[in-house]
């Protein structure tokens, strides 16, 4: 009888990972999508923001050149930079998950 409880509590248990595994990979894997076809403008982005057009656009928002209502955050130093900060620690946590799964 000990061996039986045994077995259904390990089954109950294997069954719980497997449910709550199904459910990450179902909201994940869209998400994953939708990041993969980002990188390209990720990498415009990054570009844009190391570029002399930034520094210009940025000169000349400060200058008042550019209308009031024009969104601006890219033209903030720090919105850009922790955006792109965010997605290089994405990437080292998603190449962590590929690691720790390879050992």
Partial sequence: MKKIMQQIQR??????????????IDE???????YHQLQAKISVLSKYYQSDEWKEDFA?????????????G?????AVWNVLQ???????QLIDII???AA
């Fill in 11 to 24: 089954i109950m248990q294997m069954e719980e990972i497997l449910s709550k595994t199904q459910q990450v």
């Fill in 28 to 34: 994940l894997s869209p998400l994953l999508e939708k």
């Fill in 60 to 72: 000349d928002d400060e200058q008042g050149k550019l209308p009031a209502t024009l969104k601006r």
């Fill in 74 to 78: 890219v033209l903030s130093e720090d």
């Fill in 86 to 92: 965010d997605e290089q620690h994405l990437k080292q």
């Fill in 99 to 101: 690691n720790f799964q």
